[in-house]
C-alpha cells in the first residue's frame, strides 16, 4: 500500500478528506455515498477518526479496513491513547498492518466526556502523542501523522511551548501534520514558520472544513479553539436566518482561504467532511482542484 507521503509526493497541490466512523446503519449509508462520491476525485488519501471508546473504534477499524479493501483509495487510520494500555494499542496498530493499513495518524485524544477535563493516562498507558509516534513507528514500516494547532493546542501554556512539544513529535518520527481547523490564512502560515524556525521541515496540511451552514460554523469555533475574527462574524452571522445565502457565503469564504494558501505553496488541503461529499467537491471544484474526467 502506497504512504500517505508518497501520495503527496505525486500530487501538487493534494487534496485529501477525512470521515467519521459511522453510528448506526443510516450513517453507514450516507458516509458510504460520500467515500463513493469523492473517490471520483481520487484524494491524496482518506483518514477515518478514532472515537472515544466502545463500538466507535471497531467502526473505525472496519471502515478503513472496508476503504483499502473495496476502493481505489488510500486509507489513514486515526489512533488515539485514551483509554488504552500498551498491549491494546500494539493489538490495534497489528489490526492495521493485517488489513493492509499503513498510514496512522497518532494523536494523544482528549478525555471522554470533557476535552478539558484532567487527562488521566490509562495505568499501562502513554501520556503523549509523542510515545503513541513512537511506538506505531516500532511496530513496522508505517507512514505516521500527528496533529498541530495553528493557536496552539488549548492547553499549552503559550505558543513557544506548544512549538517545542510539536517539533519533538514530529522529531520522534512523524512524516506529516495535519493542522486543526483556523479561520485566516496567516494562522496556518505563522503555524509553518514557527514549525521552520524551529529547524524543522516536516511536511504540514492545513485542515478546512465547507462552511455550510450555522452548525458548521460553530463546530469550526470549537474545534478550533479561537474566537471567531470580526470581519467573519460580520459576513456570515447576519445571514444566519437564510440557509441559501449562508451556504453561498461560507463556501465563498473557504474557497478564498484555501486560495490563499495554495498560493503560499501548502503540499495539500486536507477536508474535514463530515461525512458529506457536495460541499468539498464543491470547493475542491472552484479551486480547480478536479480531475479532468468529473470537470
Ligand atoms: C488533524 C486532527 C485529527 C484528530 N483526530 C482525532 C481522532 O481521530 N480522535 C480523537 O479522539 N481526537 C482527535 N483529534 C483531537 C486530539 O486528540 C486532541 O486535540 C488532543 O487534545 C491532542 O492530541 P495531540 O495528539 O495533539 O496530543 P499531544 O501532542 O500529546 O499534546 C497534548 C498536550 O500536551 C502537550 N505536550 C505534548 N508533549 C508534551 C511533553 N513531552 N511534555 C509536556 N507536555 C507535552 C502539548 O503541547 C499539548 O498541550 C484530532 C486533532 C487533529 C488536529
Known sequence: MTSVVERLRSRNPAVSVEFMPPRDDEDERRLWRAIRELEAL?????SVTYGAGGSSRDRTISTTSRVAQETTLTPMAHLTAVNHSVAELRNVIGWYAAIGVR???AVRGDPPGDPMGEWI?????LTYAEELVALVRSLGDFCVGVAAFPYGHPRSADLDTDTRHLVSKLRAGADFA?????????????LRDRVA?????TTLLPGVMPLTTPRT??????????????????????????????RAAGIDLVTELCDRLLAEGVPGLHFYTFNRSKATKE???RLGLLPAHVR
Open 103 to 105: 498510514n496512522v495518524l
Open 178 to 190: 495535519i493542522a486543526q481547523l483556523f479561520f485566516h490564512p496567516d494562522d496556518f502560515l505563522r
Open 283 to 285: 470547493v475542491i471544484g
Open 121 to 125: 493516562a490509562h495505568p499501562q498507558g
Open 217 to 246: 460554523l460553530a463546530k469550526t469555533v470549537e474545534l478550533s479553539g479561537a474566537e471567531l475574527p470580526r470581519e467573519l462574524a460580520a459576513r456570515l452571522e447576519p445571514l444566519a436566518g437564510d440557509a441559501k445565502a449562508f
Open 197 to 201: 524556525a524551529a529547524g524543522c521541515d
Open 42 to 46: 481520487d484524494p491524496a488519501f482518506v
